[in-house]
DNA sequence: CCCTGCGTTCAGAACGTTTTGAATGTTGGG
DNA sequence: CCCAACATTCAAAACGTTCTGAACGCAGGG
């Protein structure tokens, strides 16, 4: 194989598995991912194995994360027994599902924590004394910076994954910070 | 002190933690952050160890981190030897120092390596047998896919990085994806 | 049935990261 | 100068995460 097309499959190959450990996932994960899309052909566990040079049972733990995360797929090969796999190659529709799963929970989360800070103490204000008060007032404050925050990066991420096919970015941008 | 005053504060360094853990920092930084942020006076290094239970080290080497981060600032306190720390509040501008120095490269990088791998498969169009040629027209589509993500990404990071003070949102839904 | 080829699981090893605490600066007061 | 009070550094230990490879399970063919 001419060295052009080696050197730029290992070079994409190596990009996806940092762009895997970007978004928290196992770098193998992003490299299974990456031999995959630049693949024409389904692979075999196998092949991944001996491809990347990593052993059988890590392949078949992170092609499972992979497919659960919908970052690739199992394709049958006719009169095959070996599972294929091939990669989704939308990525925008690859990072949604992620978005989705993970970082909005994350998000909302963390708002629901905020608020019942706010609620503790607010119903706390007849106990406390004049120090604690002025704590409060303080804590109250750094609070609403924290939610204003966060209600910002819910709206973006809502925005994003609102989308469907192409990414509007009129909504996205329409978004204002109090 | 009151318990609601003692939870928030809890919850919140941790939730600080959390999301340093998110961003890629030490979840200890996170911790020391949330820290500082909620408590109205400067703290010392002694006082941050004490109250997080962790080493002198530690909390030297990881308010060297928050400061160049810039998510800390020292603060001299009068006829005091020690060395002082207060939060920066600001979350957002924080946040924008870290995409500005860390992400912005590392999507500039991809970029460019994506547009070096395109030279190179143009450039060696002439030297390749037929299946070659066949597979290096299947590596430029889907270098080209990436090349799009990329270049949106990088978009919307210099929507969010160019404004100054409040996000304006309307630039960032100006984008759009081919 | 048993054998073979394949996928999955998991305990232990390997590895990288973070923490600790003792040793080592550094600074200012006396 | 020397001492005391602090900050910093760094090697070793602790810890968490990931990888491996052997054991196991399962299915289909002979």
Redesign the interface.
């Given at each position: 194989?001419?060295e052009?097309?080696i050197?730029?499959?290992e070079?994409?190959v190596a990009?996806m598995g940092?762009?895997a450990g970007?978004f928290?996932f196992n770098e193998v994960m992003g490299r299974l991912y990456g031999t995959l899309?630049?693949h024409?052909e389904p692979l075999s566990l196998d092949d991944l194995a001996s491809g990347l040079k990593i052993s059988k049972g890590s392949v078949s733990m992170n092609m499972r994360s992979l497919e659960r995360w919908g970052m690739a797929e199992e394709v049958w090969v006719r009169g095959e027994r070996k599972k294929y796999y091939t990669a989704v190659?939308?990525?925008?529709q690859v990072i949604r599902n992620v978005l989705n799963s993970r970082e909005r929970r994350?998000v909302q989360l963390?708002i629901q924590?905020l608020s019942e800070?706010v609620e503790?103490?607010r119903?706390?204000g007849d106990?406390?004394?004049p120090e604690?008060r002025e704590?409060?007032q303080?804590?109250l404050e750094?609070?609403g910076?924290?939610q204003a925050?966060f209600t910002?990066a819910q709206?973006?991420l809502e925005?994003v994954l609102g989308s469907d096919g192409?990414?509007?970015?009129?909504?996205?941008?329409?978004?204002?910070?109090g």
């Open positions: 194989m001419h052009s097309l050197a730029v499959n070079s994409t990009g940092r762009l970007f928290g899309l630049m024409p190659p939308d990525l925008w994350e963390a924590v800070s503790k103490l119903s706390a106990e406390l004394t604690e704590l409060a303080f804590y750094r609070i910076d924290l925050f910002v709206l973006a925005t192409a990414l509007d970015f009129d909504a996205v941008t329409k978004i204002e910070i």
